[in-house]
């Protein structure tokens, strides 16, 4: 076989990429594609569980429009998933919705790395599979979200149309059900393209090895898929300008046009009327930007979903995202039964919505000793806490908790088993929130329901810091 000579920086880049690198991006968007497709597949089965509801009603209702309606719907689920589950076959550009840049940049490189390693000798077999395999991961995973994004808006045509035919029979409420699982889904995948834009350390070290080589510029103007998007022809190595692309000067000629227009059939100035059009487009733009950003929707499109309820930004977060650490701090002065004591607690919440939290909690009763003079550090207790946070309004939330405490003082865990001593705590009261730099704190005034049937009877009030 006749090899073709490679340069060197070519050839010590590649020998550069630590196995390591090669893994992370391979399990990366391997695990990405996974959860597109399951997450794309469950939206559609409870899409077409809902449609079957509906048709099942409409039928009851007016069967002629249910037979128009949901004619040809349950093919089209199947069809749909059928897609999903197996993304063979090449990336068709022609079908883009939208340029995800992350995918693009990686699987670029190694198709750079791969077209032009598989030309040399002398080069690891292994890392060789690696790249090509790693290739072919990509493109499914372009396949993938290329049927996601087929799957999305048909979803949102459904949730349209349902929108624009079925309210008038009074049947609003399954209608809403219908938005909520469309702009939810359209979120679901906002967060899957945002992971894959989302570099780590090595992939962004990995992009800028492979960037920074000559050859790949001219190899990235033929061959990424931006590229096959807008293609650009070149002649004697000069890029010639895109039919249908207007050039700086064209667009001027045409806001001079525009002016002078103005100026021969209206009384105001030129430069005024365009200035006043002009700002009038800059403030329906900003005020368009603002709802996109308050509802937290990215990679927008024609066929957007907007809700008709209030969402919940906390629906389409993985588990680990919607859980809440805590650790706050409680002091208790100096009584006839008990010496100064700093209860230290931790605290797990999982955010239910934006505005609920619900989490338990554990705490340890630190005694402090009798005044400055006489510090003794001493196990004063124990206590298992469980809570329910409610916004109310602001940064203030409504606050309701229940917890168990051991309060006598203990020298191993032996000495708490006892479950008969632990006393009860009901507690109610606000918690506010607020930040410190990045950080969240937090300051509580509680009721202790129960503070009357405690031994030693404790304060009814209940105030704690923390963060």
């Known amino acids: 076989m006749r090899y073709l000579p490679l340069t060197v920086s070519i050839q010590q880049s590649f020998n550069n990429i630590s196995d390591k690198t090669l893994r992370i991006i391979d399990n990366k968007y391997g695990l990405l594609q996974k959860l597109i497709e399951h997450s794309t597949e469950k939206a559609l089965k409870r899409m077409q569980k809902k449609e079957a509801d509906l048709e099942a009603e409409m039928n009851g209702k007016d069967s002629i429009k249910a037979k128009q309606l949901f004619l040809n719907s349950r093919t089209k689920y199947q069809q749909l ?30 198709k750079f790395f791969n077209q032009k390693m598989g030309l040399t000798s002398g080069l690891s077999t292994e890392k060789l599979q690696k790249v090509q395999a790693i290739s072919i991961k990509l493109q499914q995973l372009q396949t993938t979200l290329q049927n996601a994004n087929a799957a999305q808006n ?5 949730e349209q149309q349902f929108k624009n035919q079925l309210t008038r029979f009074g049947m609003a409420g399954k209608v809403i059900g219908i938005n909520k699982e469309a702009f939810y889904y359209q979120q679901q995948l906002g967060v899957y393209k945002n992971m ?17 080589l000559p050859a790949f510029q001219s190899f990235w103007q033929k061959h990424s898929y931006l590229s096959e998007i807008f293609p650009q022809n070149t002649v004697n190595g000069v ?43 800059k403030s329906k733009l900003k005020t368009l ?26 629906h389409t977060k993985s588990f680990l995202s919607r859980m809440e650490y805590g650790f706050n701090i409680q002091n208790t002065s100096i009584t006839n039964y008990l010496p100064s004591i700093s209860t230290l607690g931790l605290t797990l919440g999982y955010k239910l919505s934006d505005k609920m939290v619900v989490g338990i909690g554990f705490a340890y009763l630190l005694g402090l ?6 510090i003794k550090l001493s196990n004063q207790g124990v206590a298992i806490r469980s809570y329910f946070d409610f916004k109310a309004k602001g940064n203030f939330w409504i606050t309701c908790g229940y917890e168990y405490n051991y309060m006598q ?22 918690t506010k929130k607020y930040m410190i730099g990045k950080k969240q704190a937090k300051v509580q005034l509680l009721f202790n329901a129960l503070y009357a049937k405690e031994t030693p009877q404790s304060n009814p009030l209940v105030f704690r810091v923390g963060y």
Request: glycine share 6%; hydrophobic share 35%.
């Open 81 to 110: 998933i059928s897609e999903m589950k197996s993304p063979t076959g090449g990336v068709n550009t022609s079908f883009f919705k939208e340029y995800i840049p992350g995918i693009d940049s990686i699987a670029t490189s190694m």
């Open 154 to 158: 048909y979803i949102s045509q459904r």
């Open 196 to 212: 894959v834009n989302d570099k780590e350390k090595l992939e962004e070290g990995f992009i800028a090895r492979v960037q920074s």
């Open 239 to 281: 890029v010639v300008q895109q039919s249908g692309l207007q050039k700086k000067s064209e667009i001027s000629d045409i806001i001079a046009k525009q002016i002078n227009s103005v100026a021969q059939n209206g009384s105001h100035s030129p430069m005024q009327s365009f200035q006043s059009q002009l700002e009038n487009a």
């Open 289 to 314: 930007k603002q709802k996109a950003e308050d509802l937290q929707l990215s990679n927008m499109n024609s066929s957007m979903t907007m809700p008709d309820f209030t969402p919940n930004s906390q």
């Open 369 to 374: 000793g009798n005044g400055i003079q006489h």
């Open 409 to 430: 003082q203990f020298a191993s865990i032996q000495d708490i088993r006892n479950i008969d001593v632990w006393q009860k705590s009901a507690l109610l009261g606000a």
